[in-house]
């Protein structure tokens, strides 16, 4: 059973640093990505960034100016999100995902495991 479970959100003042953690069991991820995605009240779920599971490849959405990394320690069977600068607009539930790859990487409809999610709430 393949479980997603993501930890390290919380209040935090603009400005201010996070890292998210996803501990990842259940399967052999190779030939997997792994992504974050956010969703905001009132707002669809949204790509973050993604990172094969295997190398090194990532994808970043374009508005986070750089703001945010994705990574993975695949010893630990751990993904991170470090996200820095944050803005009040970056509060959402973030979460977790792994989907084949050879999909489109932005679809939250081609990752087929999902963790429950974590909030991130940025004060001004």
């Known amino acids: 059973q393949v479980q997603l479970v993501e930890s390290g959100g919380g209040l935090v003042q603009a400005g201010g640093s996070l890292r998210l953690s996803c501990a990842a069991s259940g399967r052999t991820f190779s030939g997997y990505r792994m992504g974050w995605f956010r969703q905001a009240p009132g707002k669809e779920r949204e790509f973050v960034a993604a990172?094969?599971?295997?190398?090194?490849?990532?994808y970043y959405t374009d508005s986070l100016e750089g703001r945010f990394t994705i990574s993975k320690d695949n010893a630990k069977n751990t993904l991170y999100l470090q996200m820095n600068n944050l803005k009040p607009e970056d509060t959402a539930v973030y979460y977790c995902?792994?989907?084949?790859?050879?999909?489109?990487?932005?679809?939250?409809?081609?990752?087929?495991?999902w963790g429950r999610g974590t909030q991130v709430t940025v004060s001004s």
């Open positions: 995902a792994a989907g084949p790859l050879g999909r489109i990487w932005t679809a939250a409809t081609t990752y087929g495991y």
């Open positions: 990172v094969a599971w295997s190398g090194d490849t990532t």
